[in-house]
T-cell receptor, first 110, second 113 residues
Framework: QKEVEQNSGPLSVPEGAIASLNCTYS??????FFWYRQYSGKSPELIMF????GDKEDGRFTAQLNKASQYVSLLIRDSQPSDSATYLC??????????FGTGTQLKVEL | DAGVIQSPRHEVTEMGQEVTLRCKPI?????LFWYRQTMMRGLELLIY????????DSGMPEDRFSAKMPNASFSTLKIQPSEPRDSAVYFC???????????FGPGTRLTVT
């Protein structure tokens, strides 16, 4: 069982809608969480990271962390076709080692 | 500034051959990570270095895999002998101490026939 779990999708949302991507983790020692975006055939790139319980907003993106429920989410407001990609959730234990989920494929439809 | 550089971008080899993947991290970054990505297992950490010293190699699948970092600007991942199940995209990433983000290179797509 992977330590970081994501639904593989695809998650389809219409343009302009809110996309909600979810991730659960099993290691209670995980202290930091990262959301990476990966376009097909490209390398992952960081969107956001979060360390504290609650919400963290950056433009159209909001990361949410609930350590009691071991749950991390990423909300994308006003979804655009250019947001269509695979989103990777990763957890870190305080060091530099990250454990990645297998990713959720997002499709934003016109 | 140049990002993480990896070579080759594509490698096709026959089972049993030696494969060497190369990585140049971003200048000034003192952490270097090697990952492998497959559809089934996702992105997996193989090994990472800090200041050229291997810190955690628990993800290296078996003795056929080895990694070195002879200096701050160069690292290699070697597979000898290669097997078809090694076919994957191998990413190198780097980060600086205190930084949150790992910066990924473009990856090497390895196909072992």
């Amino acid at each position: 069982q992977k330590e970081v779990e994501q639904n593989s999708g695809p998650l389809s949302v219409p343009e302009g809608a809110i996309a909600s991507l979810n991730c659960t983790y099993s290691d209670r020692g995980s202290q930091s969480f990262f959301w990476y975006r990966q376009y097909s055939g490209k390398s992952p790139e960081l969107i956001m990271f979060i360390y504290s319980n609650g919400d963290k907003e950056d433009g159209r993106f909001t990361a949410q962390l609930n350590k009691a429920s071991q749950y991390v989410s990423l909300l994308i407001r006003d979804s655009q076709p250019s947001d269509s990609a695979t989103y990777l959730c990763a957890g870190g234990g305080g060091g530099n080692k990250l454990t990645f989920g297998t990713g959720t494929q997002l499709k934003v439809e016109l | 500034d140049a990002g993480v550089i990896q070579s080759p971008r594509h490698e096709v080899t026959e089972m049993g051959q030696e494969v060497t993947l190369r990585c140049k991290p971003i200048s000034g970054h003192d952490y270097l990570f090697w990952y492998r990505q497959t559809m089934m297992r996702g992105l997996e950490l193989l090994i990472y270095f800090n200041n050229n010293v291997p810190i955690d190699d628990s993800g290296m699948p078996e003795d056929r895999f080895s990694a070195k970092m002879p200096n701050a600007s160069f690292s290699t991942l070697k597979i000898q002998p290669s097997e078809p199940r090694d076919s994957a995209v191998y990413f190198c990433a780097s980060k600086r101490t205190g930084g949150a983000e790992q910066y990924f290179g473009p990856g090497t797509r390895l196909t072992v026939t």
